[in-house]
């Protein structure tokens, strides 16, 4: 059974619609006093709660006796769902955890930075005079290839060079050199472990590097 109302004072055409669905079983009698009892409910005040439900749905029509009821209930269902939420979901920059991103990187011992007829590594840097990380890098690999013939250079040995030409060391070495391969073209590997120079590496070195203007 369906009960409808017209508009209302303003000429705006409201509904409220209240369905009932039933079967009854019995005689005559029964069955009347049962219609007769879904009349009265037909006829008991109804009350809109708002015009959008909180979870985005139609708003419903709900008996006067059991509004109060369903009200307490959606501001728990609320409460809980912030609760629920993380105070904060993201660190500010700067206050998570410190990483030193050279920590597996040890000295490598025997390396003769001072070899026997030739310039020695901090006269050699000094004289380059890098501008940046990428180009200390650089320096550090061409010298340990073309002047100590290393066949096999990695981060370590950097690192090493790097220390005993007093220079800073970069804080994610691995990284920069890196970047040295993918930026600018100077160092050539597929292992990180074996970095060769390319010749862009060496005509930097050679002819740009160091040169006075």
């Known amino acids: 059974m369906v009960k409808r109302n017209g508009g209302d004072a303003s000429g705006v055409d409201k509904a409220k619609v209240r369905v009932f669905f039933a079967e009854v079983e019995g005689n005559n009698e029964s069955v009347q006093e049962a219609l007769k009892t879904m009349v009265s409910a037909m006829n008991r005040p109804v009350r809109v709660l708002s015009d959008q439900g909180a979870n985005g749905k139609h708003p419903a029509l709900l008996q006067q006796a059991n509004v109060e009821e369903v009200e307490e209930t959606i501001e728990v269902e609320e409460a809980d769902a912030l609760d629920d939420e993380p105070a904060n979901s993201r660190k500010p920059r700067g206050t998570g955890k410190k990483v030193d991103r050279n920590a597996g990187l040890n000295l490598v011992p025997d390396l003769n ?5 030739a310039q020695s590594l901090k ?5 380059k ?3 940046n990380d990428l180009e200390t890098v ?3 690999v061409y010298y340990m290839q073309r002047v100590m013939s290393l066949t096999k250079i990695g981060p370590a040995h950097v690192m090493t060079a790097l220390k005993e030409a007093g220079i ?5 070495l691995k990284q920069t050199v890196r970047n040295v391969k ?7 590997f597929t292992d990180i472990e074996d970095i060769r120079t390319t ?3 060496d005509n930097f070195i050679e002819h740009e590097m160091g040169t006075t203007e």
Do not use: Y
């Open 182 to 188: 993918k930026s600018k073209m100077w160092l050539n």
């Open 129 to 131: 005079k890098s501008k």
């Open 199 to 201: 010749t862009q590496g």
């Open 138 to 140: 650089l320096a550090a």
């Open 113 to 117: 930075f001072r070899p026997s007829g």
């Open 168 to 172: 800073p060391i970069p804080v994610d």
């Open 123 to 127: 006269e050699f840097m000094d004289q």
